[in-house]
């Protein structure tokens, strides 16, 4: 037992080590993580323990390391110059993303950076066998809200297609089910998201102990991620089932988390006991990788170069004239209310304006970025309220922005809406194209962002005649500094 427990400290202290340095090196990343990771968020609350098993399985159970003979045979340890070079590369995009406080793509940095690390230091075949524990890693990185949306989408059309087999009386819109006593809605709570990060979190644990290759890996992780989406529609179906047969009088219906992890339970336990265990052999007991000085001292001149840097850039921001509408018929009117009610944070500066020849509302939310330590595009949840109103229709307009329709669940009305954003200097209707916009803008050192937001209640149920006038008021609206 003691022979074993050194021979698996030896083979995994290249490794620990690397890891000490990255944490070290990039403390402000991981300690943004850290807080993330502490606040329990159903998206994330799995990500500290998927550190925990990074590290444990890092150390009972390190990746494998060369024989004597390829030891003998390798013409010179560490990665070179080509995982310098990596190195490099990684450290210049990671300071672009921390620089911007662009959060997620900064932290989806930090398993890259391990990996070229270990490249620049232990060489390239040390990198690939440290590969599958690194993607454990980043399991833990706030990803997965991304998900939520295809996930209560594919519920949406899996549950209400399998209510509708069963025959049972309801009206199926969207991710809305409306039975004789009222309605269920599928929202980003019921996406499973969290079923789903386990499942594959637990692959990712069986696929390293087995030392699966691609394929292997490949097959557990689909699997893995089939029993996780496939316990969340047993569990929403059966919400639909007692909420039909209880005339929604039923306590799941307020109160079924328990229930959910029952249901998970009942379905994962059994594939996690039939998993198949394979043991490493006596063979490995001498795959131990060697660090290099070279290696070691390139890496971390790059790492502390990239922290001066940052430290350089830290302080107050200059400010500009803000942005604000102008073009003919638009007047300022905070009294005019939106078709489609929005609910945007309180960082932002909001104005409402009116364009009268055509009744079009629109809506001006700003923000400045006043110091390094703020982003330049706020964290913006989606302002229409789902649960009221849904989406029916989309289309691209020669303006290049999207025009969006949407009808109210309740009255059946309808209202047109066309939403763009502004960075610095640039236009987008995308939320993630801004987000990467803003490092560009940064380096231009314009900080400014808005997000203006065109509405226009539709007059009769087709909207055509509305179209037109939503889109007459998006062609005469300018913005620029007054």
Request: proline fraction near 6%; charged fraction near 10%; include cysteine.
């Amino acid at each position: 037992m003691i022979k074993n427990s050194a021979r698996q400290l030896s083979q995994a202290m290249p490794f620990l080590l690397i890891i000490g340095l990255g944490i070290l090196l990039f403390l402000p990343s991981w300690i943004t993580l850290l807080m993330l990771w502490l606040q329990w968020d159903q998206v994330l609350a799995h990500g500290l323990a998927a550190f925990v098993l990074f590290i444990v399985l890092t150390v009972f159970h390190p990746p494998l390391g060369p024989s004597a003979e390829q030891r003998a045979n390798q013409r010179s340890p560490g990665g070179g110059w080509a995982g310098t070079l990596a190195l490099l590369l990684g450290v210049v995009v990671w300071l672009l993303f921390i620089l911007t406080n662009i959060t997620t793509l900064t932290l989806l940095m930090l398993p890259a950076l391990l990996a070229a690390m270990c490249w620049a230091v232990l060489g390239f075949r040390a990198m690939l066998s440290w590969l599958p524990y690194l993607a454990l890693l980043a399991l833990s990185l706030p990803f997965w809200s991304d998900l939520t949306g295809p996930l209560v989408t594919l519920a949406s059309i899996v549950v209400g297609n399998v209510v509708a087999l069963l025959g049972m009386p309801a009206l199926i819109e969207g991710n809305s089910i409306t039975l004789p006593y009222g309605r269920l809605i599928i929202a980003d709570g019921c996406s499973g998201i969290r079923y789903f990060a386990i499942s594959i979190m637990l692959a990712s644990c069986i696929a390293i102990l087995n030392d699966y290759r691609l394929k292997g890996w490949l097959i557990i992780i689909a699997v893995a991620m089939l029993f996780g989406m496939l316990a969340n529609w047993i569990r929403i179906l059966g919400l639909v089932i007692v909420a039909y047969q209880s005339d929604m009088q039923s306590d799941l219906m307020t109160d079924h988390e328990f229930y959910g992890w029952l249901v998970y339970g009942a379905i994962c336990l059994p594939a996690l006991y039939f998993s198949p265990i394979r043991r490493r052999g006596p063979s490995f007991v001498n795959h131990v990788y060697s660090l290099t000085r070279n290696g070691l001292l390139r890496a971390g001149l790059i790492a502390l170069s990239a922290l001066g840097v940052y430290s350089f850039y830290q302080g107050d921001i200059n400010p500009l004239p803000p942005l604000a509408i102008s073009g003919e018929g638009f007047v300022k009117a905070d009294f005019r209310q939106p078709a489609l009610p929005l609910d945007l944070p309180s960082t932002l500066q909001q104005e409402s304006y009116w364009h009268a020849p055509t009744g079009t509302w629109v809506g001006v939310a700003r923000f400045q970025r006043q110091n390094s330590q703020e982003k330049l595009v706020p964290y913006l949840p989606d302002p229409i309220n789902t649960n009221i109103w849904r989406e029916i229709d989309q289309e691209a307009t020669a303006m290049g922005v999207d025009l969006t329709q949407f009808q109210n669940r309740g009255n059946q009305r309808r209202a047109l809406q066309i939403l763009w954003y502004r960075v610095g200097p640039y236009q987008t209707d995308k939320y993630w194209l801004a987000k990467l916009l803003q490092i560009p803008a940064t380096l231009r050192g314009d900080n400014r962002f808005v997000q203006v937001t065109m509405q226009h209640a539709c007059s009769s149920l087709n909207c055509v005649a509305d179209r037109a006038q939503l889109l007459r008021a998006a062609s005469a609206l300018t913005l620029s500094a007054p």
